[in-house]
T-cell receptor
Framework: GAGVSQSPRYKVTKRGQDVALRCDPISGHVSLYWYRQALGQGPEFLTY????????KSGLPNDRFSAERPEGSISTLTIQRTEQRDSAMYRCASSHPDLSYNEQFFGPGTRLTVL | QKEVEQNSGPLSVPEGAIASLNCTYSDRGSQSFFWYRQYSGKSPELIMF????GDKEDGRFTAQLNKASQYVSLLIRDSQPSDSATYLCAVNAGYSTLTFGKGTMLLVSP
């Protein structure tokens, strides 16, 4: 596609429910990143993939958070047993190996609200 | 702990003036530096990146990098009301993730 797409754009869930957030990167971009952005803050790194391999998951807050990218394209970020503190904007970005300095392009984000 | 510091602002400038946005970073191993613009309620948009000391110009935007001082800046010439946004500084220590500052809000008044 022309840009990074994310779905759903908005998600409201009740505490304790599981949610799955989807990211479809720019066509041909092999690196995919997940960030979380709180209001008034910059994006905070969660995890990233090169192709289907998860290269770094050091930013995932705890073991309720997981991510996968099984075919090296679309990625899913899953949050189990959601808590109110998980409410935030979840952003996905992608980059291409031909971009020498790892320029990352962001999708529109998914606004998660946990009630 | 890698840190990227920005003044949260708001930085207010009149239309036509030069806006100067500053950023410092803690990791001396940082290799590339990015400026993103984020309009309220929108996603970050890449506007500039720089990787060597000195200045890099692109239209009305100039990025400046001083690795010895661990300092990056963004100058916006002939500021327009449409430049009003939050500007995020991001730093990359290798071919991996970005560490972002909290952003500086810029307000350009007509």
């Amino acid at each position: 596609g022309a840009g990074v797409s994310q779905s759903p754009r908005y998600k409201v869930t009740k505490r304790g429910q599981d949610v799955a957030l989807r990211c479809d990167p720019i066509s041909g971009h092999v690196s995919l990143y997940w960030y979380r952005q709180a209001l008034g803050q910059g994006p905070e790194f969660l995890t990233y993939f090169n192709y289907e391999a998860q290269q770094d998951k050091s930013g995932l807050p705890n073991d309720r958070f997981s991510a996968e990218r099984p075919e090296g394209s679309i990625s899913t970020l899953t949050i189990q047993r959601t808590e109110q503190r998980d409410s935030a904007m979840y952003r996905c970005a992608s980059s291409h190996p031909d971009l020498s300095y790892n320029e990352q392009f962001f999708g529109p984000g998914t606004r998660l609200t946990v009630l | 702990q890698k840190e990227v510091e920005q003044n949260s602002g708001p930085l207010s400038v009149p239309e036509g003036a030069i806006a100067s946005l500053n950023c410092t970073y803690s990791d001396r191993g940082s290799q590339s530096f990015f400026w993103y613009r984020q309009y309220s309620g929108k996603s970050p948009e890449l506007i500039m990146f720089i990787y060597s000391n000195g200045d890099k110009e692109d239209g009305r935007f100039t990025a400046q990098l001083n690795k010895a001082s661990q300092y990056v800046s963004l100058l916006i010439r002939d500021s327009q009301p449409s430049d009003s946004a939050t500007y995020l500084c991001a730093v990359n220590a290798g071919y991996s993730t970005l560490t972002f500052g909290k952003g500086t809000m810029l307000l350009v008044s007509p």
